[in-house]
């Protein structure tokens, strides 16, 4: 029998994009108030070799500000064999945006230049997402969206009821299937039955590697494909901001590649894009 799918997925930004803190009075007080620009390129380096010792494809959500100053980037990423999408034309929150339509059209256009062909996938900055938004990605030209996490739902945070597949969202609420069109969520990786999220960098970091792990053996036991994303600056050393809670930068670098080192060398499944997986998922 086939395998299931184990789609790597990472989110090109910087550490500053994060929203656990106050970016701004940290590269204040840090980093004599000028965003520093090209930090993720040495663990952006480090995810690649590792995924490369796995012959192991991921899709590369791309925020604009990185495609802009770093197309060579993101043509290496495409280079090596791994699927190119959008991270959004801001790291902010999107769905209130009357433009966001007009602008995220541009961003795919600028991604589209840089690797040469169609660009087909989405994940909304903070995993906010809305209808409005999944009605416009179909218009602009991208054929799925990466956004939703169908755990319990944790206050402030994410969650909600959805499906934990593959499905077609509907325009009034992306985490109802209604299979109205061709567009099509790939939800996040969540314990199945308990709904308790887990296909995140932070969860590696805070819960450890044998909780993702546990998550994603469930998951794929029952033949579903399971969706991870980390982050370029959790595979960097501590960057050692006192004023930055615990939590955010826990654990990042050796600890993150090691345990994406175990995940993909001990899950039995095929590592592939989200457009691959995809093609097979039915
Ligand atoms: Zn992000």
Redesign the pocket.
């Known amino acids: 029998m086939e395998l299931p799918h184990l789609c790597v997925t990472v989110?090109l930004?910087e550490w500053y994009?994060?929203l656990w803190f106050d970016a701004g009075e940290v590269v204040n007080r840090h980093c004599g108030g000028k965003y520093p620009k090209g930090g993720f390129l040495g663990p952006l380096k480090e995810i690649l070799a590792l995924l490369r010792r796995h012959r192991a494809r991921a899709t590369f959500f791309v925020?604009k500000e990185i495609a802009e100053g770093f197309p060579e980037a993101v043509r290496q990423v495409h280079d090596e064999g791994h699927e190119v999408g959008s991270?959004g034309y801001r790291?902010g929150d999107l769905s209130a945006d009357p433009k966001f339509e007009e602008k995220e059209a541009e961003t795919r256009r600028l991604l589209c230049s840089i690797v040469g062909e169609g660009v087909r996938g989405f994940r909304a900055?903070?995993l906010k997402v809305n209808g409005d938004m999944i009605d416009s990605l179909g218009r602009i030209g991208y054929s799925f969206d990466s956004s939703i996490m169908p755990s319990v739902r944790i206050p402030g945070w994410y969650g909600g009821f959805a499906p934990q597949h593959p499905y077609k969202p509907s325009r009034l609420d992306p985490r109802r299937a209604d299979g109205g069109s061709g567009f099509v969520e790939v939800p996040l990786l969540v314990f199945p039955g308990l709904r308790l999220p887990a296909g995140a960098g932070w969860f590696v970091r805070n819960l450890g590697a044998s909780y993702v792990r546990a998550a994603a053996e469930m998951q794929l036991k029952l033949k579903r494909p399971a969706i991870l994303y980390v982050?370029p600056w959790e595979a960097a050393e501590d960057p050692g901001f006192p004023e930055v809670p615990g939590h955010v930068f826990r654990r990042v670098g050796r600890y993150v590649l090691g345990a994406l080192e175990v995940l993909l060398s001990e899950l039995d499944a095929k590592k592939a894009t989200v457009s691959e997986m995809l093609q097979e998922w039915s």
Do not use: G
Request: glycine content about 0%.
């Open positions: 989110d930004e994009h994060t925020l991270h790291h900055p903070n982050h």
